[in-house]
């Protein structure tokens, strides 16, 4: 790797260890990073990028930062950022599939983290402002801003919404072909490969995992876990807060039912997958990391060597469909793109997108308590506007904001 990335994995670090907030408050955070202050990319890629991703299943947040690092540095810096992105995240919470025991959850003091939600809040506000320019620009614009603001807000919790409203604002800038006309293009030739090992990992891991069930291998858990694990990152549309609930029911709720059948089931128990799922919110990076606790208390009866495999397996399977999809796929939309009726969709995604931001921070800040007459809610309103500000109007680095904040959750 030339040392000449060794600066954006840097920034990829810092990010990593502070993106607190969801996939939306990542990618204001990375608007700060990658775009005000290294400029890696500009705005409208940074849009675009986002915009894609959410039309894939996968991290969108990893996806995200993989096609940052593509574009800096090609593939290569792609799968480095790739795991510089999620060593940290992914190395947390498979340590805590080792100290769950030593741990009273109910004792876990998580007030530090109070002021992370008008944080993320606040970067999303920046977000809106630096991006709307950009995206709203005329009538029709305006109109798919405003019914993905309203979407958004209302139906946040169905994981379609967001490939649903990129869609439909694509659809919706193309009823009219007179600004941008069609011109021939040359097909260019597709790269295949990636998207194949995608299929053959898919199909070969189902067919041992299946095989080792029914002929009941001494050791089919690390198979059934990276199985199940795989499966899921290639199917969940909507990020972590659908992969959870998709990793209870086949971890902790399935195994039930079927355990007298198949007594190696790979089985978590109910009360500490409701743990990790807590847990996971209140650490920095991608949520996708909750495979790495889930791979350690899948295969912890198997000893310590084998409990430390079963982290490496979630962390890998749950990641690995996302970046073969997204480093396949890409490479088809930028060809794409110079065909009119993707070029004339682009006005309608990234519309679309302002109103996800929009519609993501209105949701974020009806659960943040505002104008009750507390302390509290003076404070959350200071942080927001104080975010916004910070952002707007200095180089602070968004690490530093994270960490005021944290302070602030500490003493108040």
């Given at each position: 790797m030339?040392?000449?990335?060794?600066?954006f994995?840097?920034?990829?670090?810092?990010?990593?260890?502070?993106?607190?907030?969801?996939?939306?408050?990542?990618?204001?955070?990375?608007?700060?990073?990658?775009?005000?202050?290294?400029?890696?990319?500009?705005?409208e890629e940074?849009?675009?990028?986002?915009?894609?991703?959410?039309?894939l299943?996968?991290?969108?947040?990893?996806?995200?930062?993989?096609?940052?690092?593509?574009?800096?540095g090609?593939?290569p810096?792609?799968?480095?950022?790739?795991?510089v992105w999620?060593?940290p995240?992914?190395?947390?919470?498979?340590?805590?599939?080792?100290?769950?025991?030593?741990i009273?959850?109910?004792?876990?003091?998580?007030?530090?983290?109070?002021?992370?939600p008008?944080?993320?809040?606040?970067?999303l506000?920046?977000?809106?402002?630096?991006?709307?320019?950009?995206?709203?620009?005329?009538?029709?614009?305006?109109?798919?801003m405003?019914?993905?603001?309203?979407?958004?807000?209302?139906?946040?919790?169905?994981?379609?919404?967001?490939?649903?409203?990129?869609?439909?604002?694509?659809?919706?800038?193309?009823?009219?072909?007179?600004?941008i006309?069609?011109?021939?293009?040359?097909?260019?030739?597709?790269?295949?490969?990636?998207?194949?090992?995608?299929?053959?990992?898919?199909?070969?891991?189902?067919f041992?995992?299946?095989?080792?069930?029914?002929?009941?291998?001494?050791?089919?858990?690390?198979?059934?876990?990276?199985?199940?694990?795989?499966?899921?990152?290639?199917?969940?549309?909507g990020?972590?807060?659908?992969?959870?609930?998709m990793?209870?029911?086949?971890?902790?709720?399935?195994?039930?039912?079927?355990?007298?059948?198949?007594?190696?089931?790979v089985?978590i128990?109910?009360?500490?997958?409701?743990?990790?799922?807590?847990?996971?919110?209140?650490?920095?990076?991608?949520?996708?990391?909750?495979?790495?606790?889930?791979?350690g208390?899948?295969?912890?009866?198997?000893?310590?060597?084998?409990?430390?495999?079963?982290?490496?397996?979630?962390?890998?399977?749950?990641?690995?469909?996302?970046?073969?999809?997204?480093?396949?796929?890409?490479p088809?939309?930028h060809?794409?793109?110079?065909?009119?009726?993707?070029?004339?969709?682009?006005?309608?995604?990234?519309?679309?997108?302002?109103?996800?931001m929009?519609?993501?921070?209105f949701?974020?800040?009806?659960?943040?308590?505002?104008?009750?007459?507390?302390?509290?809610?003076v404070?959350?309103?200071?942080v927001?506007v104080?975010t916004?500000?910070?952002?707007?109007?200095?180089?602070?680095?968004?690490?530093?904001?994270?960490?005021?904040?944290?302070?602030?959750?500490?003493?108040?």
């Amino acid at each position: 790797m030339p040392l000449r990335h060794l600066s954006f994995l840097k920034a990829v670090l810092l990010q990593s260890v502070t993106a607190f907030g969801g996939p939306q408050a990542h990618i204001a955070m990375m608007l700060k990073t990658f775009v005000r202050q290294t400029k890696y990319v500009t705005e409208e890629e940074l849009i675009e990028y986002n915009a894609f991703c959410n039309l894939l299943p996968g991290a969108s947040s990893t996806q995200t930062v993989t096609l940052i690092g593509y574009k800096v540095g090609g593939i290569p810096l792609a799968v480095v950022s790739l795991l510089v992105w999620i060593f940290p995240a992914c190395l947390f919470m498979g340590a805590l599939s080792f100290l769950l025991p030593y741990i009273d959850s109910k004792a876990l003091h998580t007030d530090i983290f109070k002021f992370i939600p008008p944080m993320a809040a606040g970067f999303l506000v920046f977000a809106c402002i630096k991006a709307f320019p950009h995206a709203i620009k005329n009538t029709i614009t305006w109109v798919i801003m405003f019914v993905g603001t309203a979407a958004t807000y209302f139906f946040f919790k169905l994981p379609v919404i967001f490939p649903v409203l990129i869609v439909a604002g694509g659809v919706a800038t193309n009823l009219s072909k007179k600004r941008i006309p069609q011109v021939e293009r040359v097909p260019r030739k597709i790269k295949w490969w990636n998207f194949w090992l995608f299929g053959i990992i898919f199909i070969a891991a189902g067919f041992l995992s299946e095989k080792a069930r029914k002929e009941d291998w001494p050791h089919r858990k690390p198979i059934n876990l990276f199985e199940n694990t795989y499966r899921m990152g290639s199917i969940v549309f909507g990020g972590g807060q659908v992969l959870m609930p998709m990793m209870y029911e086949q971890f902790s709720v399935r195994p039930e039912a079927i355990k007298q059948k198949n007594p190696n089931v790979v089985q978590i128990d109910k009360g500490e997958m409701y743990t990790g799922m807590g847990i996971v919110r209140a650490v920095p990076g991608p949520v996708f990391s909750i495979a790495s606790f889930t791979g350690g208390m899948a295969l912890k009866d198997m000893g310590t060597e084998m409990q430390v495999l079963g982290c490496l397996i979630g962390s890998i399977a749950i990641f690995l469909p996302s970046a073969l999809l997204v480093l396949f796929f890409f490479p088809i939309w930028h060809n794409l793109k110079k065909y009119a009726v993707i070029h004339r969709s682009l006005e309608g995604i990234n519309a679309s997108v302002i109103g996800i931001m929009i519609g993501s921070t209105f949701f974020i800040m009806k659960d943040i308590s505002l104008i009750e007459a507390k302390t509290v809610s003076v404070i959350n309103v200071g942080v927001i506007v104080g975010t916004t500000l910070l952002l707007c109007y200095t180089r602070l680095p968004a690490p530093v904001i994270v960490a005021a904040c944290l302070l602030l959750g500490y003493f108040f």
